[in-house]
């Protein structure tokens, strides 16, 4: 039972519909450049199928803006490509040149486009296209105007900084907004977001940004954006690694099924082995997890190393085992099927998760809940 | 500025203090058999180097019992040894034993010893000794009349079966008590430790119980765990993986890291590098990072691709690194040091780290905060 999320107000990305009771959706940015559309292509497409809901390209400049035209029109025949949004700093002219190319949404900052017309004149162009605008506050990058009055980037800089440029597009009338308020420190991120959601009910978009090496980072993302999740705020996520943005779909995805908002793939429930261990279950779950990691139904197996919480934990997981002396017992939907011996439990195990996963289809599940 | 901690009272684990302003403890349990003191001595030591806190080991049987005596024999004659704690299951005369040998704290499962009196009995002889007990829940090995009463593991039940004990516990006069309600489920973890947070002033020692293989349990106790801290809830935590526990004492660290709980070594901030990145912030992050494993000041280290965040999480950062076209901008403590080029600007960093760390002296800060 994933926790119950805070109603917001529903946008759609492209295809892809965020808030309200749409499911929380996975996003990442392409490490390429936009100029080269070839390899920014190849990398959007690689990202959606690791299970990027959405691509987020940056456009710095002029030609990075002709890349895009390049990309979005390659994209346009592709099979099922992920919406783009673009990344615009400094420069509204660019948003504006995206929203002519057909880009499925924009990213604003509002520290560094800091001229009240030029974002009323970039709200008009997106709603006449209904095209959504993320609001995208980062510590990294606040106005003056925020730091100076609040002495640094704390979460009401963040949040005061985020909501007036809400509110500047939505005196255009404009309120097909998404909103981010990221900070490198995990904490902070999540008391901004706390402030964040009492403040208003557009969808949020979660992140810490700027989170570190690949190991660090999943950690401090696994924190700021769990907990804002496990509190019920949140509609779509993004985790920021100085590393492969395939590491950034893989734990935004390990982040939603740790908290069973989303359920897709093998989950694997296994002891921490200690000295009570009749077997080895690091390399009996390691064997589980590589021989299942293709399969797209959600499917609990636990691996058991002793008879404290092995029997139940094997039998609360959709197939288990747990371990006992020279063997173990084979478990199905809490019901004990079989003993094995120690040469045939792996295939045992293996063969029950197939015969499972085969007779409830290859389906994903995707739990949603709002309240 | 970490999360304001729910009050708790306090108790000692040998010289570690756990609850109230006590800095929140990492623990981890050996995978060694108790039978085979010399493997479990010298797996104690290389855990309590790693950062260990506290260890525990297991004690199902006689022989453990008598592999616990040499043990904690070899350990008291160590430098700096952690305290041990026994952990017990069914048998409430290997916690009698336990308590003789001179173990630091016991662990107690109220789902496998369920006579009242061998449990008061354990309490008189623990309470003799002034030594602690862990009451253990644990959703696969709770009592079936909890079970029974909420329909399966759930929160009431895990909360219900802890607080069985405690009162048993506490009719002996014995209040030297941690409580632990672990799920396998991170979001049942986190609403389990969310009731008993308002049930009881005891210390709580958190984890997420059988979290899996190393990188998907790493995910799911920095969600649970992570959630519980950055809500003030928890003073012990011991992350559970089937992996070599130098993982698990390495995750727990870097779960109290990312939430500013404790701050010790190295912290790297890195933007994740999209197509505005002006050179190659993924090797440089992990250059800086493998330079200053083995620094203890709690030093932030930013390494920040292009001008938008760049210059912000710089200058925030203790000593950063902004890249712009061919070098970049050394900063320390928020000033603009000097601009370097490409070559250089790895070492130049570096540099400044490690004279920051030579002039606040190589301590380590564990920020307490407590309300």
């Known amino acids: 039972m994933p926790p119950v999320r805070k109603r917001t107000r529903k946008i759609k990305v492209g295809c892809v519909e965020i808030g309200g009771d749409a499911p929380i959706s996975v996003q990442t940015m392409c490490t390429t450049r936009t100029t080269d559309p070839r390899a920014t292509?190849?990398?959007?497409?690689?990202?959606?199928?690791?299970g990027a809901d959405i691509v987020r390209v940056t456009v710095p400049d002029d030609e990075s803006a002709d890349g895009l035209a390049?990309?979005?029109?390659?994209?346009?025949?592709?099979?099922?490509?992920?919406?783009?949004?673009?990344?615009?700093?400094?420069?509204?002219?660019?948003?504006l040149r995206a929203l002519d190319l057909g880009v499925d949404a924009l990213r604003l900052n509002p520290g560094n486009i800091k001229d009240a017309d030029k974002i009323r004149l970039v709200a008009r162009e997106?709603?006449?296209r209904g095209i959504p605008i993320r609001v995208g506050?980062?510590?990294?990058?606040?106005?003056?105007?925020?730091?100076?009055?609040?002495?640094?980037?704390?979460?009401?800089?963040l949040v005061e900084s985020a909501m007036w440029e809400v509110e500047l597009l939505e005196l255009e009338g404009f309120d097909d907004i998404k909103i981010s308020v990221k900070h490198s420190d995990p904490y902070l991120m999540i008391e901004s977001y706390r402030l964040l959601s009492e403040t208003?009910?557009?969808?949020?978009?979660l992140g810490v940004t700027e989170a570190g090496t690949s190991y660090a980072g999943t950690v401090k993302s696994s924190v700021g954006i769990g907990t804002?999740?496990?509190?019920?705020?949140?509609?779509?996520?993004?985790?920021?690694?100085?590393?492969?943005?395939?590491?950034?779909?893989?734990?935004?995805?390990?982040i939603l099924q740790a908290l069973g908002i989303r359920r897709?793939?093998?989950?694997?429930?296994?002891?921490?082995?200690?000295?009570?261990?009749?077997?080895?279950?690091?390399?009996?779950a390691g064997e589980v997890e590589a021989a299942l990691a293709d399969m797209k139904s959600p499917i609990q197996v636990a691996v058991m190393g002793c008879l404290v919480n092995g029997p139940g934990e094997a039998r609360g997981a959709d197939v288990g085992l747990a371990l006992s002396k020279n063997g173990g017992t084979i478990f199905r939907k809490g019901q004990r099927v079989r003993e094995v011996n120690s040469s045939e439990m792996?295939?045992?195990?293996?063969?029950?998760?197939?015969?499972?996963?085969?007779?409830e289809g290859d389906r994903i599940r995707l739990p949603i809940v709002s309240g």
Chains 1, 2 share one sequence.
């Not at 208003?200 to 978009?205: A, G, N, Q, W, Y």
């Not at 804002?228 to 390990?254: F, M």
């Not at 295939?347 to 085969?358: K, P, S």
């Open 41 to 50: 292509v190849e990398q959007t497409l690689a990202l959606a199928t690791a």
């Open 264 to 284: 897709e793939g093998i989950d694997i429930v296994a002891c921490p082995t200690c000295g009570r261990v009749e077997g080895d279950v690091i390399t009996i």
């Open 137 to 157: 506050a980062n510590a990294g990058s606040l106005h003056t105007q925020f730091l100076d009055k609040h002495g640094g980037p704390t979460p009401e800089a």
């Open 228 to 254: 804002l999740l496990a509190e019920g705020i949140g509609d779509t996520i993004r985790v920021s690694l100085a590393a492969d943005p395939i590491e950034e779909v893989k734990a935004g995805k390990a």
């Open 200 to 205: 208003t009910d557009h969808p949020l978009h």
């Open 346 to 359: 792996v295939e045992a195990l293996l063969d029950e998760a197939r015969a499972l996963a085969e007779e």
């Open 126 to 128: 997106a709603k006449d």
């Open 70 to 95: 390049f990309i979005l029109w390659v994209l346009s025949s592709s099979q099922n490509p992920p919406p783009i949004i673009a990344d615009i700093h400094f420069r509204h002219d660019l948003a």
